[in-house]
Structure formats: structure tokens, C-alpha cells
């Protein structure tokens, strides 16, 4: 089954930028939609950013939409999220996150199959 490590987590000042990466590994991302997805404590997982891997259509977050790009790189099964001009509320645990399934509302998590641990970004 494929893993999912997510890394690039740092604390960074507000208007900064950051870059997270999710490497896979026993599988690749040729899924039908691989994400982005953030937690904040005792609150609900949310979604960030999602990719098709067909065709490369992307979706945001309102929260996040034109500040942040997800984009995938298959020959090195690995997707990233550029993040820039963070915001205090952009802090939370970010996961990666693949389904296997056609997923008709991307930026849900309850349709995908595989999660990474998560890595953590603080924003002051």
C-alpha cells in the first residue's frame, strides 16, 4: 500500500512563504485526486488544495485561493504546496492526502483512501 510523508513544516513570520512536500512511496500518485488538507486543534480536518492527476485541474480553499499553488512532479511521485503570503491562521497540521476513487468534491477528505502523518506550520 502506497505511504504518504509529508515534510517541509517550519515556523515562519506572517507574509512569508513556505513549500510542503509529500513524497509516496510503495505506490504512485496516479491516483484520481491527491490533496492537501490542514487541521487545527479540536477542529475538523479541512481541505486546502486538491489536483487531479488526470488531467491537472486544480480546487482551493477560499481561504487559501491565490495564495497558495499545489502542484505534482510523477516522475519523482511527489506533490508539493507553495504557500506564500502566510497568514497567523494558516497555522495548523498539514496532511497529504490520495484517493483511489473518482472524487467529485476534492477539498472533502472522507473519500480518500491514504493519509501521511501530517507536518506542522506555525505562522507569527
Known amino acids: 500500500h502506497v505511504q504518504l510523508v509529508e515534510s517541509g513544516g517550519a515556523s515562519v513570520q506572517a507574509g512569508g512563504s513556505l513549500t510542503l512536500s509529500c513524497a509516496a512511496s510503495?505506490?504512485?500518485?496516479?491516483?484520481?485526486?491527491i490533496g492537501w488538507f490542514r487541521q487545527y486543534p479540536g477542529k475538523e480536518r479541512e481541505g486546502v488544495a486538491a489536483i487531479y492527476t488526470g488531467d491537472g485541474n486544480t480546487f482551493y480553499a477560499g481561504a487559501v485561493k491565490g495564495r497558495f499553488t499545489i502542484s505534482k512532479d510523477n516522475a519523482k511521485n511527489t506533490l508539493y504546496l507553495q504557500m506564500n503570503s502566510l497568514k497567523p491562521e494558516d497555522t495548523a497540521m498539514y496532511f497529504c492526502a490520495a484517493s483511489t476513487i473518482i472524487v467529485h468534491a476534492p477539498l472533502i477528505p472522507v473519500d480518500y483512501d491514504y493519509w501521511g502523518q501530517g507536518t506542522q506550520v506555525t505562522v507569527s
Open positions: 510503495g505506490g504512485s500518485l496516479r491516483d484520481y485526486c
